[in-house]
């Protein structure tokens, strides 16, 4: 004898949880999510968008503006394991950017 097993559905009710889940909405929206993913499926893209933007804006912040020195730079002292912490937070999210932004422009 063997045993039949089935999920009634459960794999794609969790999916649709997760996603709801990471869009950030209610229960209420599951069977909304099901019937029309379309409009979700627009808010992730946007959010999506969204965080790109964000990881590009503080890749630049970390560049200097000018390609010389500036006329009134300012001398700061900064403890060696912070700027450990910001050079591997820059590293991050350049490696980031180049590996999810760059997928993007050659789609």
Do not use: W
Not at 15 to 41: C, S, V
Request: charge should be negative.
């Amino acid at each position: 004898m063997s045993v039949i097993e089935h999920d009634f559905g459960l794999s794609n009710r969790l999916t649709e949880r997760r996603f709801g889940q990471l869009l950030e909405l209610d229960a209420l929206h599951e069977a909304n999510i099901r019937a029309n993913p379309l409009p979700y499926l627009e808010r992730a893209s946007e959010r999506i968008f969204r965080l790109q933007a964000a990881m590009f804006e503080a890749i630049q912040a970390t560049k200097p503006p000018t390609p010389g020195p500036a006329s009134d730079a300012e001398n700061v002292l900064v403890d060696k394991a912070e700027y450990q912490r910001l050079k591997t937070c820059v590293a991050l999210l350049e490696k980031a950017y180049a590996d999810y932004g760059a997928q993007d422009e050659s789609a």
